[in-house]
């Protein structure tokens, strides 16, 4: 699945050099993921054929939203053509405004939303949800989920009509079976030993007996079926999936032997990197993941400028898993669709929380790496990042702390088991993977994708109050850990004072060329930021560095005043009197008469160029501005 963003859909010329479209945004990968995935599960299991849609936005209005035509799109596609493509699929966006729900919002319903919505689904059932909250009840979250369902209904009736007038046949698909004789065999020779190897609650020793297994079983076929390692290792899979889903369903045995309720051992700690800004480490059974919190300055903030209108980001997460995290060696090759995806997920479930720019002035940027992975690790990254910015001392309204939810539904009888915090096999087995976030009061986001045809209402809420309960263990476990901000920052994190001036005085404060400005930066050390408002953020590790930097910005600014004294350093030298600068880009005149208490014949005299001479205003004239000055009364009468 490719989503493609072009610029002239909005009018736009690609920057740079070459002036056209690069790699793909995160918005892109973000809208290809949600394209991809409710759609991927109505392919025949065992279907290889290579499959591309491709979504091109070709004009945009700002009050659409063009990933859930995208979504739509992409299903009439797929209807019409002649994949094996189960059953259309519909999309769409939903907002909660006022305490309504408001069906595709546009730009200003969506500002004012608590709930920013999008759903896909089939006639029958909800396929895919992808949701960030401003912690919104279970109950209100529920009910937008089917307020999507049925406006879904609609539009899967409108590609139905489409897809029976102008689709094509369907392809019948040519679909992988093992040999149903080696099927036989190998179910008769291995199913005892892959019971026998799933009798433990250790991950490590299931592995290493389910790996026997395997290399006993594709041994003793070797003779018969020389080319069936696949084959014996599909089905193996195979028996494998039904023993573990048939104890979770009716012997309510999970793979390490917890409650289909119960959360993992869990362990976390923070301030693990004394140099870093912050930082926190949470700890989820065979999963961990560290975060680490990094300030700096507005100015470091993301700037984005896709379709939308441009605009920066003060608040960025990131999530890396490398491939030690699960012991195996695969080649770095930079950031992926899914690192994409959780990285979005962890930032969306935080956001709520984090204060304003006016409350904290400044920019955060969170990397979640994984130690190590046995399931959930977007959620334990969720748990960790609340940690770092704890401890990086980020005034936060609330913790928030994510739990993935899974799903083992039995066709033939319809008994199911919801299943609190899924680890690897649960994952890899399973029907379902949601993923709630949230705080003690209420859900920030959530990720649901569905691997079978969809699950109705009741299912849904048991999931929801079960993940509930679940967030708010794992809360009262990181809050053991640290509970409130750190009263102050780390020593290495920027200091930043904030205040406004005359818009008007900016110019003043930058100088012609920058001068005035990266001279009080060379001086100072500091970084200095100004906006269009007048708001002025100063930042450096010393405090007293942006407190002096602050000074000299306050003098620039402040409107000189008949009777003011300045230190002033001689600039200029005339025959008539010397020009003082009092302030950058202010000078004012010295006249010969008023430098000294006694008659002076020459400037030169008395006065010398870069020469600091403390000096009175005396008069301001009121149309041109000139400033005159006088230095007799700074004088003891006899001295020059």
């Known amino acids: 699945m490719e989503y493609q963003e072009k610029l002239y859909a909005v009018g736009k010329i690609p920057g740079g050099f070459i002036k056209r479209e690069g790699r793909p945004t995160d918005r892109a990968i973000l809208a290809s993921r949600l394209i991809d995935r409710p759609l991927r599960p109505l392919f025949p299991k065992g279907f290889y054929n290579d499959i591309q849609v491709v979504a091109t936005v070709l004009s945009v209005e700002q009050d659409v939203q063009p990933d859930v035509l995208a979504m739509i799109g992409s299903s009439v596609a797929l209807s019409i053509s002649e994949a094996p493509f189960a059953q259309p699929t519909g999309s769409v966006a939903v907002g909660l405004v006022d305490g309504e729900y408001v069906l595709n919002p546009d730009c200003a319903q969506r500002d004012k939303s608590r709930m920013a919505l999008i759903v896909a689904g089939t006639k029958d059932a909800v396929m895919m949800v992808e949701a960030g909250a401003n912690e919104v009840s279970e ?81 003793a076929f070797k003779e018969e079926y020389p080319d069936g390692a696949k084959d014996i290792d599909a089905i193996l899979y195979a028996i494998t999936k039904e023993i573990v889903r048939d104890k979770i369903i009716n012997k309510k045995i999970r793979p390490d032997g917890r409650a289909q309720d119960e959360i993992r051992p869990i362990w976390s700690e923070v301030g693990v990197l004394p140099r870093t800004h912050g930082s926190g480490v949470f700890t989820r ?54 690192e994409v995806g959780h990285g979005a997920l962890a930032e969306r479930a935080l956001e709520p929380v984090l204060p304003s720019e006016a409350e904290f002035p400044y920019c955060m940027r969170l990397v979640s790496e994984v130690i190590s992975s046995n399931g959930s690790t977007s959620q334990a990254s969720i748990c960790a990042s609340t940690l770092a910015l704890l401890d990086a001392g980020v005034p936060i309204k609330k913790s928030v702390a994510g739990v993935a939810m899974g799903l083992i539904k039995d066709d033939s009888t319809g008994n199911i088991a919801i299943l609190t915090d899924i680890q690897g096999l649960e994952d890899f087995l ?10 003690r009061d209420g859900i920030t986001a959530i990720q649901m994708d569905m691997k079978i045809k969809g699950i109705d209402r009741e299912i849904l809420t048991r999931a929801l109050e079960q993940a509930r309960k679940g967030r708010l263990f794992i809360i009262d476990k990181m809050d053991e850990t640290l509970r409130e901000p750190r009263a102050e920052l780390s020593p290495y994190a920027p200091r930043i004072i904030t205040f406004k001036i005359n818009p008007d005085k900016i110019r003043e404060v930058i ?4 001068k005035v400005i990266n001279k009080i930066i060379a001086d100072t050390g500091v970084k200095i930021d100004i906006e269009d408002d007048g708001t002025v953020f100063i930042a450096s590790p010393d405090s007293a560095a942006a ?22 350093t001689v600039v200029g030298i005339k025959e008539f009197g010397a020009f003082i600068n009092l302030k950058p880009g202010t000078d004012g005149l010295l006249h010969i008469s008023r430098i000294a208490n006694k008659r002076v014949e020459k400037v030169e005299d008395v006065l010398s160029m870069g020469e600091q001479v403390l000096v009175r205003v005396i008069d301001i004239d009121p149309k041109s501005g000139k400033i005159s000055l006088t230095r007799k009364d700074m004088l003891p009468p006899d001295k020059d």
Request: charged letters at 30%; glycine letters at 10%; a negative charge.
């Open 139 to 219: 109950e209100e979250m529920l009910g937008g989920i089917l307020f999507a369902h049925e406006q879904i209904k609609k539009i899967v009736s409108f590609i139905s009509d489409i897809a029976n007038e102008i689709g094509k046949e369907k392809m019948e698909p040519v679909v992988y079976h093992p040999d149903d004789t080696l099927a036989e065999k190998v179910r008769a020779y291995a199913f005892d030993k892959v019971v026998g190897a799933l009798d433990t609650f250790d991950r490590k020793e299931r592995e290493k007996r389910s790996d026997l297994v395997k290399k006993e079983t594709i041994e």
């Open 430 to 439: 399973g029907d379902m993977d949601f993923k709630v976030a949230g705080t």
């Open 547 to 568: 407190a002096e930097a602050k000074r000299i910005i306050d003098g620039i600014v402040k409107e000189i005043e008949v009777g003011d004294v300045y230190l002033g």
């Open 285 to 338: 059974g065979q999963t961990q993941v560290m975060t680490i919190a990094t300030l700096g300055t507005i100015s470091e903030a993301q700037t984005l400028d896709g379709l939308t209108l441009e605009e920066s980001k003060r608040y960025m997460h990131q999530y890396n898993m490398p491939p030690f995290s699960t012991g195996e060696a695969k080649p770095m090759r930079g950031v992926g669709r899914r």
């Open 511 to 514: 100088g012609s060329g920058g």
